[in-house]
């Protein structure tokens, strides 16, 4: 058995690997990198694979073909719906003779993506329950997958268990242990003990935070300081604007029942938005739907936004641009592109943190810095993390017990502490894996 990781072993997205198992090749995740992407939207909306693969915005799979593995891939598996685990599908996976499966959620995600790129894909898209299997048709054999329940900062995310001749390969890339989502269900320990009793020859792990020394707190935390901003500071006569990741469904249900208690009515903006919370409620995990209105589209935005100007205290934004990303609707509204004028005293309330990359960080510090000039309050970091810090990651490889273990979801500066933690957890340097993206691994 062969693993190659494509792509997130040497960056945080373009998340990318690859299970050759001699006739047969499993693909898991196929990602975006979104800073280049980001700086693209600022001059450009229409994307190509070429386009793509020039700014190093997707995995660079092409080194599948020169090893004569793009025709032996049998399927496609994306762990979760976030774009850089999904996104770089649309442009790639025509590419390959292989069925996409996925939860019920992800596959919702990726239909609108293609809707919105206007890409027809061939490949067959096949939707599996969590907590659920599927079977994998090889050249000669069949492979089962089971899809674990697990939490992350998004609906229906899976651990991957991928049951080979040689032992279970575990993809767990991006997740986080929360006995007490505000969404969905809590991380099935049980299919997680079954795993680890039959024995886990690999584990890829998400360990963007593993040099992090904390448990990783649960969404009802975030939940909580929701409530403590929006709740508890004097915002009765101004305007109120709550930004966060847009496919965080969880995170916007607490901000909508919280907006609902301070009896404003709730405005969801920006396209991002519309795309993840559509594509919940088509599939009945969207409860909130009937409490928000979405506008997405510009004549749309800007009529909403002038109704919201000249009656701020009885609305409450919600809207894109948490990072700072330029061409946002936070981002025009704090350049005065938006028919929406920040005032003095008005809040702006960050559901989110800064993901760590050079270019959000810098779009971050200068949003903040319009936002500021014009005497706003600033709630920043009113979140919890979608990721297992150094803690999680022990008790979690403490209960799978994984023969190896392979770092992922980041560069070096981020993965090389789960080296550290496996040493301390007695495993020996060969068992322990540091990778680079297209490096392959033998077992």
Known sequence: MKIYGIGGFNEVGKNMTAVDLGEDVILFDCGLFLPPIVELEETERVYTEKKLRAIKAVPDDTFLDKLNLRNKVRAIIPSHAHLDHIGALPFLANRYNAEIVGTPFTIEVLKTLLKDENIFLRNKLKTITPNSFYYIQGKNRKYRVDFINITHSTLQCSLLALHTPHGVVLYANDFKLDDNPVLGRKPNYEMMKDIAQEGVKVLIIDSLYSGDERKTASEKVARALLEEVLLTTNNENTGLVVTTFSSHIARLKSITDFGKKLNREIVFVGRSLAKYVNAASKIDLCPFRKDVE?????????????????????????????????????????????????????????????????????????????????????FNNVHVSGHPGREDLRDFVDLINPENIIPAHGGHDKTAPMIELGEELGYKKKNLHLINDKQKLKF
Do not use: W
């Not at 935005?301 to 934004?317: A, F, I, P």
């Open 294 to 378: 979405i506008a997405s589209y510009r004549r749309q935005v800007e009529k909403k936004l002038k109704k919201l100007d000249k009656n701020r205290s009885q609305y409450m934004l919600v809207c894109t641009g948490h990072q700072g990303e330029p061409g946002s609707v936070l981002d025009r509204i704090s350049k005065s592109q938006l028919p929406f004028r920040l005032q003095k005293k008005d809040h702006v309330v960050f559901s989110s943190s800064v993901i760590p990359a050079p270019s959000n960080i810098e779009n971050r510090e200068r949003l903040d810095n319009r936002i500021k000039k014009r005497g706003v309050r600033i």
